[in-house]
């Protein structure tokens, strides 16, 4: 048996929406974060036909026996086992299943002796779920044409930001991104707009990530996350992932802000809110986010490393 490890990834500048063609490519360029203490283990042994088994539980994915049934005609697989992991709320705007196919392929790699490099990797990760071609990397990921394949933008250690999560709704959500992404490229009157401002957004983040800019990530992320969620509220019908919870968490942390430190918000497609932070403000940000009512719990993490096998 082998099993691998990987993380979710939090994207700082968004995408919403993919190319109308194969390969499940985001229609934006995008970058993330790779958090270290959030992490899906995922087992692939032999068996006499495919089974998967998510948290314990026997589960048909449509997702995964599509990948799967794709890798077995191009890398002629045997029948597999998979019992993949979460440790943190699964489909509920935490990156489950970019830590989830990140894993997966990253196992299958391995079990089956395939000899992919990260890049293949990152490209057969994607074809699951678009970003977990950025779970195969640590640090801060890029997810860029012409290729769309993961590329390491800084270690972990460029740049040792800290992520505080609020959870402030734990069941799974209720329309997924892939059915609401496509909602919004179809109906929301300013998603042209998204389109062409992606790439603006894109250089301004990483060129702050390279000169450690704070106050520069932390606009440019709010906005991206904002416009994303107006996306959703302007798609028919109406998208809102968010709790009130999720809202006060937000202006929480533009209190915060306004009395000194360093943290930022950004939300998914979904209702937990990731403040991003300097390693000095992350105890404050911590207390205030955990005093908000709604929040069910307060998750801490710093960067983390790419998806990796930690036993053959």
């Known amino acids: 048996m082998t ?6 990834n939090i994207a700082l500048v968004k995408y919403w929406g993919k190319q109308d063609k194969a390969g499940n490519m985001p229609a934006t360029p995008n970058l993330s974060i790779t958090l270290s203490e959030l992490s899906t283990v995922t087992t692939i042994g032999d068996s006499d036909r495919f089974q998967f088994q998510l948290n314990g539980e026997p589960v048909d994915d449509p997702k995964v026996s599509a990948l799967i049934a794709a890798m077995t005609e191009n890398f002629n697989l045997p029948p597999l086992r998979i019992d993949s992991t979460n440790n943190f709320p699964t489909s509920a705007g935490l990156a489950s299943s970019a830590a989830g196919f990140a894993a997966l392929v990253t196992a299958v790699d391995a079990h089956c002796k395939l000899g992919m490099n990260p890049a293949l990797r990152s490209e057969w990760a994607r ?3 678009a970003s977990a071609a950025r779970s195969i990397c640590g640090g801060f990921v890029a997810l860029v ?3 769309w394949q993961a590329q390491s933008l800084a270690p972990a250690q460029h740049w040792p930001l800290e992520v505080v ?3 402030t709704r734990q069941e799974a959500k209720d329309v997924s991104s892939t059915e609401g992404m496509e909602r919004s490229r179809i109906t929301s009157p300013f998603y042209n707009q998204w389109l062409r401002s992606a790439g603006d957004d894109y250089a301004e983040a990483s060129a702050a990530i390279t000169e450690r800019d704070f106050e520069k990530l932390a606009a440019i992320a709010e906005l991206s996350c ?3 969620h107006s996306l959703m509220l302007t798609s028919r019908p109406t998208l809102s992932y968010w709790t009130p919870a999720s809202v006060a968490c937000m202006d929480r942390v533009r209190e915060l802000r306004s009395q000194g430190e360093a943290v930022f918000f950004t ?3 979904g209702p937990q809110i990731k403040a991003v932070c300097l390693p000095e403000s992350r105890a404050a940000v911590a207390k205030a986010l955990a005093d908000v009512p709604g929040v069910l719990e307060i998750l801490c ?3 983390g490393e790419g998806a990796r096998i930690i036993n053959d």
């Open 301 to 303: 993490s710093p960067l």
């Open 3 to 8: 099993t691998a490890l990987a993380h979710p």
């Open 226 to 228: 904002l416009k994303m």
């Open 165 to 167: 999560v609020a959870i």
């Open 145 to 147: 044409p012409p290729d």
């Open 267 to 269: 939300v998914d497609a």
């Open 127 to 129: 074809r699951g779920s």
